[in-house]
């Protein structure tokens, strides 16, 4: 393509394979930084995250539907850069519509600030290819002391994002002097990859790539409408609160700083008070509103019937499972995709006896939660030792919450994908993810509205479906069970 020839070599008399490029000049280039240096060098149009160095991937697999009953050519309706197509091999059942929005659109009561006057921007001019020289890149790394000691690394490399950064991404904006090519702008640039929307045997509709998908890689954001706590209870109550994903970038963090409480006093004197500075819904809830059975992330799909959902609740559960925690994702071959699909048997689990106290059941209910900004997947080793290296003495303790400073509410901001999304609200939950969340700042550096990205955790296959961690606790709902069909070898056998 484009003159660019990707060759896998053997090295003699080894069989070890490896991965040359042959650019349209017939230079032979081997690894990812020769790459780099050829496309700045000849000032190509070309983006580093177009090539790849590992032997799994092949670039000439494409994966097609064998049998489809329903076929969507474009889902998006143009607004993605490429189409995203849509089709059911299960029964004749189209997708209910959604007003299909590329960007998050805030709602009434929600102050988005997005002048670009307000952002640290950078000069460079090699499209930031040296992070030391990069203003926002340097955002990147200097918040990572926030949990640790620094971590000079942090960030994308070459385009992609090898491990989760709790700490999030600060990438280059509109008036950074970098281009669409700078290796600091990658969710802002779009979806650059083929997916497509299916209809799974049980968990509604679900999300798959038609390529093969290099580890790090950009797969899509999770958009939708931004509400506030009361808009989102409001919208919960009357539309459901399926897709209300809550943005909880600042509350992940705090808890990642060791000696951190959040139950600590805040003191503030009389001085620092104003009111004429007063939270816009405070005011308007009561001990009589309704109810939140949401909390972080609630992405459970539409699709699952209220049938099924009362079966749930119905079921007696026979088996414990043994509590686990994923450290990595696994790769799942075709053939025990199929098996699973066909005969999940999820795991079940003994309820508690007796009531609960309306104490205990108030943070039960409290900690029924799905995290946009947490993952499953393994801490970094840089991020481990950082927190082992840090000394006693530089740990504060009692500090108050960082959400408190602002001046609006104590609550989070919720994005909402319900009516008004795209194609992130159809990834599903696996206990062994593929895929994990990352939060990045592209144009506001306000901690309360960070970008909500995917990005692959490994090497995925084409035609593999697209999942990622819930993050839920079971039983953190009284009186509700939510069964997880994902057929992980690791599967947890319960959401909630």
């Known amino acids: 393509m484009l003159g660019w020839e990707r060759q896998v070599c053997k090295a003699r008399p080894s069989t070890k394979r490896f991965i040359v490029y042959r650019a349209p000049c017939g230079l032979r280039l081997r690894t990812i930084e020769e790459v780099d240096k050829y496309l700045y060098t000849t000032d190509s149009q070309l983006s580093i995250d177009l090539f790849c160095f590992d032997q799994e991937l092949h670039v000439n697999t494409e994966f097609v539907a064998v049998k489809t009953y329903c076929d969507i050519k474009d889902l998006s309706y143009g607004r993605e850069n490429y189409p995203v197509s849509c089709v059911n091999g299960v029964d004749r059942h189209y997708p209910d519509y959604v007003e299909y929005s590329d960007h998050r659109i805030p709602s009434k009561g929600v102050t988005l600030n997005l002048d670009p006057e307000f952002l640290t921007c950078c000069d460079c001019t090699d499209n930031c290819r040296d992070r030391s020289k990069c203003a926002c890149q340097q955002m990147t790394i200097e918040n990572t002391s926030w949990i640790g000691e620094k971590d000079e690394n942090a960030g994308y490399h070459y385009r992609r994002l090898p491990e989760p950064l709790f700490t999030g991404i600060v990438e280059c904006n509109s008036r950074c002097k970098c281009d669409s090519r700078c290796a600091n702008k990658v969710a802002q640039n779009g979806l650059k990859m083929r997916l497509q929307v ?21 797969i899509c954001i999770y958009a939708g409408q931004l509400l506030t706590d009361k808009g989102a209870n409001e919208d919960g109550k009357q539309f459901g609160d399926e897709y209300l994903a809550e943005l909880d970038f600042i509350e992940v963090v705090e808890r990642q700083k060791e000696g951190y409480e959040s139950d600590a006093d805040l003191d503030f004197s009389d001085d620092d008070k104003d009111d004429n500075y007063k939270a816009e819904d405070d005011s308007d809830y009561t001990e009589d509103s ?207």
């Open 198 to 218: 299916f209809k799974t045997e049980k968990k509604g509709w679900g999300l798959r790539c038609l390529d093969d998908i290099a580890k790090g890689s950009f």
């Open 290 to 496: 309704p109810p939140r059975s949401r909390r972080k992330l609630r992405k459970r799909k539409a699709d699952d019937s209220e049938s099924e959902t009362k079966k749930d609740k119905t079921e007696s559960p026979e088996q414990v499972p043994e509590p686990t925690t994923v450290d990595k994702p696994i790769s799942i071959s075709d053939d025990e995709e199929e098996e699973d699909d066909e005969d999940p048997n999820p795991k079940k689990v003994t309820e508690p006896s007796g009531p609960l106290s309306p104490e205990v059941t108030k943070k039960l209910r409290s900690r029924a939660k799905k995290s946009t900004g947490g993952s499953r997947f393994n801490l970094s080793t840089s991020f481990k030792t950082t927190q082992e290296a840090l000394p006693e003495k530089d740990i504060k303790k009692e500090r108050a919450p960082t959400r408190s400073y602002f001046l609006d509410d104590t609550e989070c901001y919720i994005m909402d994908a319900k009516l008004m999304g795209n194609l992130g609200r159809y990834l599903n939950h696996s206990c062994s993810p593929n895929v994990f969340v990352q939060n990045i700042f592209v144009d506001t550096h306000d901690l309360r509205f960070p970008w909500v990205a995917f990005f692959a955790g490994q090497y995925i296959r084409a035609g593999t479906e697209l999942t990622w961690d819930y993050n839920y606790e079971v039983g953190s709902v009284p009186d509700k069970i939510l069964y997880c069909y994902c057929g992980s070898a690791t599967c947890r056998g319960r959401l909630l």
